[in-house]
């Protein structure tokens, strides 16, 4: 889980290009959305990029994104329980 | 400053017509234009419904006869040259006369297809060249014969609305006397798997308004119209279709693609369209929305609609269910539906609906209404990069 | 009628050189990619704007451009903002994002479009982008036109100023093509419409706009 955690850290500062974000400044349990890292729906849909690219996971309905991505732990826990 | 534009002319080709009589049979029978992908080529053929014109590349060239171009090229030129034949204009040279189009794909139909050949050397140069935005207006320009006065604007899904504007003011400041004015975009891989990754297509047809709504279907088309100043159609007699009465536009400094929740760009460029045109928003008779059919669109539109109204909102629909969502070219051929709502008393419905939006208290027109006086329209038009356009439109 | 109006802050980027009101900018700046000089030129401008590094190289242009017209326009904040007009000008259009976004959907089993390089396909992002950053709501509008055209902008903007709608536009021109890169912006008002003379005064005319762009 925690190697989880580290990879996504990573992944989401490449993809979503948070140039000025370090790994340890991402809490896992802090929500991603709104006062969290400031991201936008545009990120939302590149986060959606991310699973399929990465992790293999598509997600159909945008709708369900919110719930996946409120905070890195849902996130992790969302790929863990949906990994073929 | 004071004088009047008139629309003299119009001329439009998109899924529901090769002509003006022909989309406004589609209209009034309630016939949509979206369906199954025939000519794109795309491997989301069958994933997906689109507004496509019904021509080939190969038959358009026979339409138009000017020679081998893209398709936006083409569609742009037969629409401007049924605005010029309805506008009985036969010397484009006879007074000081411009052509401001819009698009924001312009090339790139024939560049994603040769973009891998380019790269590999082979020469394409042409189709190349002609990617930039600029190219197929000055081509069509050129064919028409227009030199006087030609620009391109891109502004993303309003941008038609803003040639349009812009048209209007250049003649209202004496610096032409007449001014072709519309836009054009052909469906393109590009923008396909563009809107795809947005996530706001609908798979099946698009639902305007409706609760259930998933999303918009993108469509293809161009459409003109021929605007005149006031003296010059005096002196000419000219028969006049409509008045250009008011335009405005805002930007919702929200966000690049999505609408504020509250509308705010939306109601200030139509606080500034009823300004321009000097009437009051009760004097309006239907409104064709921009009504995309994605979730976010219809709410912050409806919700700006019924804040300019204070909650009695005219006779309002969207009519991107029959033609697709044509991008650059939507705002002018919405403004020529909204033209032909007047010339024949009618409202066109929104198409595919079955249940109210939760979050308005208003609900669009379903099915055609005739036989009910339209003297003022307005259009809206609202684009990514927050630019939001209205027009309003009158029968003298 | 044209109202009058006059020009109170200019600037051009070009060549990884800087000018403001006529005044060359240094920049610690030694490499050669276009990135990085934008990239340098953000830290150094101190915006904190994260939002910066998610934009494409045109959009990061455009943001310090207008940023350097607004900044040095010696306007006070006390302005409405709902007033001020934006009208850009290039010619290659979103060429530069529109290559990236083709490259991902070319291959069928590597596909894999990115929506936040969608978003920028369109050059009037740049518009979107300045007025989210400035709170600006007035209207604008993106021309495609061969050249700079120094008429075109000039007829448009005086046009805008007629209306009690816009009392102010930053206006000019933002091309990017590979390493080529080129931004030319100027912050108009209305003359005397603070009733205090602003920034640099200078008169809104077709020529003098020819003149700060050459």
Not at chain 2, 5 to 30: C, H, K, N, P
Request: hydrophobic share 40%; with cysteine; net charge negative.
């Amino acid at each position: 889980m925690n190697d989880l955690i580290e990879t996504l850290k990573a992944q989401i500062i490449e993809q979503l290009n948070l140039a000025e974000l370090k790994p340890e400044d991402i809490d896992p349990n802090a929500p991603l959305f709104g006062d969290g890292l400031g991201l936008d729906s545009i990120d939302a849909l590149e986060l959606i990029v991310l699973l399929e690219k990465h992790h293999g996971i598509k997600i159909q309905d945008p709708k369900d994104a919110k719930a996946i991505f409120a905070s890195l732990q849902s996130m992790a826990d969302y790929i863990i329980a949906n990994k073929k | 400053m004071s004088t009047k534009v008139y629309i003299t002319g119009m001329g439009i080709i998109s899924a529901i017509g090769d002509s003006v009589e022909e989309t406004l049979q589609s209209l009034s029978s309630s016939k949509t234009g979206v369906g199954k992908i025939n000519h794109l080529e795309t491997f989301h053929k069958d994933t997906f419904v689109v507004g496509e014109v019904k021509h080939s590349n190969k038959e358009l060239i026979e339409i138009a006869g000017i020679g081998n171009y893209n398709r936006t090229t083409l569609l742009g030129f037969i629409a401007a040259r049924e605005a010029l034949k309805k506008a009985s204009i036969n010397d484009i040279k006879e007074v000081r006369t411009g052509f401001i189009s819009s698009t924001t794909i312009a090339g790139m139909c024939t560049t994603e297809l040769l973009y891998k050949d380019f790269l590999e050397g082979k020469n394409n140069t042409n189709f190349i060249d002609s990617h930039f935005c600029g190219v197929s207006t000055n081509d069509i320009a050129k064919h028409l014969g227009i030199s006087d006065y030609v620009t391109t604007i891109s502004t993303a899904c309003s941008s038609a609305a803003n040639a349009i504007m812009l048209g209007a003011r250049l003649i209202k400041n004496n610096i032409l006397d007449r001014v072709i004015v519309g836009g054009v975009d052909p469906l393109s891989k590009f923008t396909l798997n563009g809107f795809n990754t947005l996530m706001i297509l609908d798979k099946e047809w698009c639902k305007p308004f409706d609760e259930n709504r998933k999303g918009l279907n993108l469509g293809e088309g161009a459409a003109y119209l021929v605007l005149e100043s006031e003296k010059l159609v005096k002196e000419k007699n000219k028969n006049i279709l409509a008045q250009l009465l008011g335009y405005g536009n805002a930007n919702d400094a929200f966000h690049q693609t999505a609408s504020s929740p509250e509308g705010h760009g939306a109601l200030l460029a139509m606080q500034k369209a009823f300004k321009v045109a000097g009437i009051n928003p009760g004097a309006i008779d239907y409104i064709n929305a921009h009504g995309t059919g994605t979730p976010n669109n219809d709410s912050s539109e409806g919700i700006a609609m019924q804040t300019l109204f204070n909650n009695n909102v005219p006779k309002f629909s969207s009519t991107k269910a029959f033609t697709g969502h044509t991008l650059a070219a939507a705002a002018a051929i919405e403004s020529v539906i909204s033209i032909l709502a007047i010339q024949n008393n009618m409202i066109f419905p929104c198409l595919n609906r079955s249940a109210q939006m939760s979050d308005l208290t208003i609900t669009p027109v379903d099915t055609l209404e005739k036989n009910i006086p339209v003297n003022y329209v307005l259009s809206n038009s609202f684009g990514f990069g927050g630019n939001c356009s209205s027009l309003i439109f009158s029968k003298n | 009628m044209i109202m009058e109006a006059t020009i109170v802050s200019y600037c051009k980027i070009k060549n990884n050189t800087i000018w403001v009101n006529g005044e060359k900018i240094n920049i610690d700046n030694n490499s050669v990619d276009f990135t990085a000089f934008l990239v340098n030129l953000y830290r150094q401008m101190n915006l904190n704007y994260p939002k910066f590094f998610k934009m494409d190289n045109l959009c990061k242009l455009g943001i310090l451009a207008a940023e350097m017209v607004i900044q040095n326009n010696s306007k006070s904040e006390n302005f409405e903002k709902d007033k001020v007009a934006i009208f850009l000008s290039n010619n290659s259009s979103s060429i530069e994002t529109d290559r990236n976004h083709i490259k991902t959907i070319e291959n069928k089993n590597d596909y894999f479009p990115s929506p936040a390089v969608f978003v920028y396909t369109l050059p009037n992002i740049i518009i979107g982008e300045i007025a989210i950053k400035h709170k600006f709501t007035g209207e604008n509008a993106f021309f495609v036109s061969e050249t700079f055209d120094p008429n075109l902008i000039h007829t448009y903007a005086s046009i805008a100023l007629q209306s009690s709608h816009t009392t102010d536009a930053v206006c000019g021109w933002v091309n990017v093509d590979g390493n080529e890169y080129e931004a030319f912006m100027y912050y108009i008002e209305k003359t005397n419409f603070n009733k205090v003379g602003h920034g640099l005064n200078m008169p809104h005319t077709a020529e003098m706009i020819n003149e700060l762009y050459n």
